[in-house]
């Protein structure tokens, strides 16, 4: 989607401190940290949101969820923890209309839900 944030940082028409990156996803800190450790972890093609997932873009969405663990190897988050969010639609906190993932950590969370 040419005019899709997302899409500009995945092609390198937007730059980014990028964290981790592979042929089908990349990695970069998040502008409004949250936490010490604010990653989004984002599919390299225009997904919607989780409600647009299916059988041609799901290798996409496997290899975000392989580059969360990598994420949190990179950042030095994975022994302690950390969360995990992909808000979907307005009602559902999504502000980006392209499919990301939080990786969120750092600090203790709690069991409060983050915005």
Same mark, same amino acid.
């Given at each position: ?7 500009? #940082?995945?092609?390198?028409? #937007? ?101």
């Amino acid at each position: 989607m040419q005019d899709c944030l997302f899409c500009k #940082i995945a092609s390198k028409q #937007i730059s980014s401190k990028i964290i981790y990156e592979n042929d089908f996803v990349i990695a970069f800190n998040d502008i409004n940290p949250v936490a010490p450790v604010h990653v989004l972890v984002i599919p390299k093609i225009h997904i919607k949101d989780l409600n647009n997932i299916g059988k041609e873009n799901e290798k996409y969405v496997l290899e975000c969820i392989k580059a969360i663990k990598e994420v949190a190897k990179i950042t030095g988050i994975c022994d302690d923890g950390y969360r995990v969010i992909s808000n979907t639609g307005e009602n559902g906190g999504q502000v980006i209309p392209h499919l990301h993932f939080h990786v969120i950590g750092g600090k203790n969370l709690g069991a409060k839900i983050v915005n």
